[in-house]
């Protein structure tokens, strides 16, 4: 059994993100697979689904629901599941055979974060963890969320630095939208982005999301300068169709 993972909370996303999730999982891997969805709101997410309720961490807000949320899954026991599990973020994009995560390196393997590739720290979109691996992750910043949040700026920083053994996927594997896909400027007012090759994952950090890049939309934060229209530009993209629904 090849056990994935996601989370689901609040309205940022709808339940059309876990259904078009399980179906992309199920056209690139071989059964059988289940998926585990850790969500405050199970409706609308098809049966097939594995939900359980999302749990919460000891952090005042707004870090209590941001990512560090994820660090749930560092808990002694994760819903029902045990043994290796590959978690991914809702909003990634999965272009290619999912097996290989399954064979590739032992323990926790994540994606390298592409805009800090000297500093060794993952990007957890998509990564694999073992149940009960680093249960100190967890336990640490449950006691005293404080300290933790005062010395790392994010919970994959945080992750990275205090695990005791990380591994990268291979470069080729987990690409971002915004870093590998659409094209510099100023060709990307002109040419569609690419899935880059060799690429099973794209993950779509912030924004666009994969339907706003599907449209070729580009939203801004609110009060963010008109002048970042300029750069801040993605044209059409036709494929996320083909491969997220």
């Given at each position: 059994?090849?056990?994935?993972l996601?989370?689901?909370w609040?309205?940022?996303y709808?339940?059309?993100?876990?259904?078009?999730?399980?179906?992309?999982?199920?056209?690139?891997?071989?059964p059988?697979?289940?998926?585990t969805?850790?969500?405050?709101?199970?409706?609308?997410?098809r049966?097939?689904?594995?939900?359980?309720?999302?749990?919460?961490?000891?952090?005042?807000?707004p870090y209590?629901?941001t990512?560090?949320?994820?660090?749930?899954?560092?808990?002694?026991?994760?819903?029902?599941?045990?043994?290796?599990?590959?978690?991914?973020?809702?909003?990634?994009?999965?272009?290619?055979?999912?097996d290989?995560?399954?064979?590739?390196?032992?323990?926790?393997?994540?994606?390298?974060?592409?805009?800090?590739?000297?500093?060794?720290?993952?990007?957890?979109?998509?990564?694999?963890?073992?149940v009960?691996?680093?249960?100190?992750?967890y336990?640490n910043?449950?006691?005293?969320a404080?300290p933790?949040?005062d010395?790392?700026?994010?919970?994959q920083?945080?992750?990275?630095?205090?695990?005791e053994?990380?591994?990268?996927?291979p470069?080729?594997?987990?690409?971002?939208?915004?870093?590998h896909?659409?094209?510099?400027?100023?060709?990307?007012?002109?040419?569609?982005?690419?899935?880059?090759?060799?690429?099973?994952?794209?993950?779509?950090t912030?924004?666009?999301?994969?339907?706003?890049?599907a449209?070729g939309?580009?939203?801004?934060?609110?009060g963010?300068?008109?002048?970042k229209?300029?750069?801040?530009?993605v044209?059409?993209?036709?494929?996320?169709?083909?491969?997220?629904?």
């Open positions: 059994m090849k056990n994935f996601c989370m689901k609040g309205d940022l709808g339940p059309e993100y876990v259904n078009n999730l399980y179906a992309s999982i199920a056209r690139n891997v071989t059988p697979f289940r998926l969805c850790l969500t405050d709101d199970p409706a609308g997410i049966d097939e689904v594995a939900c359980f309720d999302c749990p919460t961490v000891d952090a005042p807000p209590d629901n990512g560090w949320r994820k660090l749930v899954v560092w808990d002694e026991q994760v819903a029902d599941l045990e043994g290796d599990v590959l978690f991914l973020d809702l909003d990634v994009v999965i272009v290619g055979d999912l290989p995560f399954f064979e590739f390196g032992e323990g926790f393997c994540v994606a390298r974060n592409w805009t800090q590739m000297k500093a060794k720290v993952g990007n957890t979109s998509v990564f694999r963890f073992t009960g691996q680093a249960t100190h992750l336990r910043f449950m006691a005293d404080q933790i949040l010395r790392y700026d994010n919970e920083i945080y992750v990275s630095r205090e695990i053994r990380m591994t990268f996927w470069d080729a594997w987990c690409k971002s939208f915004k870093v896909c659409i094209p510099p400027m100023p060709l990307r007012w002109f040419m569609e982005p690419r899935i880059p090759e060799g690429a099973r994952v794209i993950a779509f912030g924004t666009p999301n994969p339907p706003d890049a449209r939309e580009w939203p801004l934060k609110p963010a300068p008109a002048y229209k300029i750069y801040k530009h044209r059409p993209t036709s494929w996320i169709a083909e491969y997220w629904k």
